[in-house]
C-alpha cells in the first residue's frame, strides 16, 4: 500500500492521503479527471475497474468519492473530492474514462445535483425532469408539495445536456437523444420480457438496434434516503428488498459493514450458517434465472422444472427464518435465529437431487439446437468492455474477467473453503447462461463441504441495543447472486447512518444493454436483457 | 337476483372464508332490489362463467411479483381455478394484480394500464407496498398506497403475500364477482369506478 502512496506522491504532491481499510486521497476537484486517468494508466497502478462513486454531502461541500479496484493487482483505492457551494458545484467527469462513469455520475446529478463537466448525456436518471430538489441533500424537504404523486403523464424530453467550463464559466449545450430521422420503439416499463419495470427507448433501422436508452426511476424507493432516518438495525430490512434473490447475500454484506465498524466479532457458528444460507439463496437465484430466461426464449415449460428446486429451498429457509421471501434472518452480530432441527437433513436432501436436476436441465434446454441458434454468439461482450463498464457477477466472468468477491477479496469463512470461479471467455448469452448453471454445482459443492461442520456455539454475538458507530467511513464488497454489491457507509458518531450508499451490481447490468446490444437484431434484445438477469429494484434502489 | 344464503367459490366450503361484510352486504343489497327473473338467471349464468376464468394482468414491479411466478407453477398452480392465463396486454385482461410498489413515476403508467383494461375490471392490491406504500411509505419517491391511483376491489396484506393468501385473495374477487349485477351493472363503461364509490372498502 505504501507504494500506491509513493507512486501518486510523486506526481500529484497536492494529494493528502488518508490511511483506512482503503486508502484515500483527497484531491482538488479540477485535477479529479488528470487524477483518475494517471490511476487507470500507469502500468503499476492499473485501476480499471470503477467499484461505484458516491455522491457526498457534507453541509458545506458537496462532493464525491470514488472506489476504484485494480483486476491485475488486486488492490483498492478510493479517492474524494469537493466543492464549495450548492447553487452550482461542478466536478470534471470521467465519463471518456470508464464508460460506466457516465450511468454513475447521472445518479450523483439526480440525488445531489452536482454537475460533471464534459458528461456528454446529463440527465436526470430516476427521478422526473420536472422533480424539484435533490433529494439526498440534507436540506432536501421530503414534504413539497411540487412533488407529490401524480396520475398525469411525466412531461418526456429527447433533450440532454452537456456541461463545459468556459472562460471560467459553465456553459450549458442541449443535444437530443435520438437523432431526428431514428425510428424510436419503445419497450417497457410493463413489458413481460424486461423483468420488471424498465423501460428501453430502441432506435431502430428496420430490425437493427442502433441505439438504447435505458430508461430506469419506475421503482426507484429512494432506499438511501430512508437508511439515513433509520437506526442501524432498522436499515437492514431494506437489504431484502433491493434483490429479492440476493436477500441473504446482500444482509451479509450490510452486516459485515456495520460489524467492522462497530469492532463486533462473529461467531463461528453464525459465519457458517450466513455462508450456507448465500449459497442457498445463490442456487435459488439461478434456478430461476433459467426457468424465467428459457420463459423468454419461449420456453415456458422450463420454469416449472426451475421452480420445484426453487420452492424445495424456500421450503428450507421457511423453515429456519420464518419467511418465504423477505427473510431478514442476518443480524448484526450473527443471525436472527438458530437452525431448524431439520435444516442439515433438509440440505443434504435438497443436495442429493440438484446433481439430477442439473443434468435435465441440460438435457431439456441447454443441449438443444433452438436454444444453441438463438444465444451462441449473441451478444458479445469482451473482457476490456466488462471491466470498463463495471459488469460483474455471472455475466462479467463469462467474459472472463475473474471478478468473484469471494476469491479476490474473501470474506467470512470463504478463504477456507475449496471451491472453484467459473470463469468462460466467449462473452455471449450462452456463455452467461452456462456460466450461471455451473456456479449452481460449486454452491452446492461449497455447502457440501461445511453442511457437517457447523460448529456449535452462539448464533449470535452479543450486541448492545442501542448502536452507535464510531466517526468514520467503511466499505464492504460481498458477492450477490448477481454481481458485486458494495454497501458504503458514513458516520458522524449517533445511531443513524450519516450516509449509506448501495452499490448494486444490477445498475451496470442494465446500463450495459445499450452497449452490447449495438448491432443486434431486435429479438435478440430480449435473449441479451434476458442472460443479463438484471433485476429492476437493485437498479433503481 | 335469487341469491342463495353462501356465496361461494372454487368448492370451497363457506366457512373457509373469513368473514367478509363487504359481500354480505351486496348480498343483501340483491336481495332488497329485486331483479326481474330473466335477467336474473342470465346474471347468474354470466357470473358463474366470469368468476371461474380471471385472467390477470402481468404486472409485476418488485418482490410481490416473484411470488406471483410462484403462483403460476407447478406447486401453487393457479391454472387449477381458471386464472393462470396471465396477458401481458391490458385489453385481454381482466384484472390487475398490482404486485409491489408503486412510485411517482409508475403512477401514471398504472393509471393508463387500469383504463386501457375492458369492462368489467378489477384490481387487487397486493402486499403492503401496494396496499399502504408498506416499508417505504415515507420515501420522497413512493405512493402511499394505490387508491389514490385506481379504485382497488380487495387488499391482499403480506410482505410479499404468500401465494396462498394471493389465491384466498383472487377468490374474494371471484365472490365478489358473483355477486354483481351484470346487466345494467358492471358491464356498463365506468360503473366500476361508480360502485366503488358507492361501496367503499372499509380498511380499518
Known sequence: MANIKDIVAERFSQASVEEGEIMM???????????????????ELAFDYLVTIVGMDWGERLGCIYYLTSTEH?????????????????IPSISDLWAIAGIFEREVYDFFGIIFLNNPDMRRLFLSVDWVGYPLRKDYDMNDKANEVSIENERQTDDTYEYTMKDGKIVKTEHAVFKPEDFVVNIGPQHPATHGVLRFRTAVDGETIKKIDVYMGYIHRGVEKLCETLAYPQTLHFMDRLDYF?????????????EKA?????????????????????????????????????ATTMLFYTLRVREQILDIMEKTCGARMTFNYDCIGGVMADLDPDFVKDV????????????EYNKLFTGNVITKNRMIGVGHLSRKDAISWSVTGPSGRASGWACDVRKTDPYSIYPELDFEQVVMTEGDSYARFKCRVAEIEQSAHIIEQIIDKIPEGDYCAKVPK?????????????????GVFGIYIESDGSTKPYRLKIAPPCLPLAAVVDHITEGQKIADLITIGGSLDYIVPDIDR | MEVKDQITTKSMPYEAFKDNEYIEKLVQELRDSGTNVLVGSLDKLINWGRSNSIWPLTFATSCCGIEFVSLGAARFDMARFGWEVARASPRQADFIMVAGTIVNRMAPVLRRLYDQLAEPKYVIACGSCAISGGPFRKSYHVARGIEDIIPVDVFVPGCPPRPEAMIYGIMQLSRKMKVEKFFGGVNRQESQKEFLRQHPIDKE
Open chain 1, 25 to 43: 486521497f483527497d484531491i482538488p476537484s479540477e485535477k479529479v479527471h488528470e487524477f483518475a486517468q494517471f490511476l487507470r494508466d500507469e502500468k
Open chain 1, 246 to 258: 440476493s436477500a441473504h447475500n446482500y444482509h451479509h454484506g450490510l452486516c459485515l459493514c456495520i
Open chain 1, 466 to 482: 442501542v448502536l452507535k458507530l464510531p466517526e468514520g467511513r467503511w466499505f464492504q464488497l460481498v458477492e450477490g447472486c448477481r
Open chain 1, 74 to 90: 488486486k488492490t483498492h483505492v478510493a479517492f474524494k473530492t469537493s466543492v464549495e457551494g450548492r447553487e452550482h458545484p461542478a
Open chain 1, 348 to 359: 443434504k436432501d435438497l443436495l442429493a437431487t440438484l446433481p439430477a436436476n442439473i443434468k
Open chain 1, 262 to 298: 462497530a469492532n463486533i466479532e462473529v461467531p463461528l457458528r453464525a459465519q457458517y450458517i450466513r455462508v450456507i444460507m448465500d449459497e442457498l439463496s445463490r442456487i435459488a437465484s439461478h434456478c430461476l434465472f433459467i426457468g424465467t430466461f428459457c420463459m423468454d426464449l419461449g
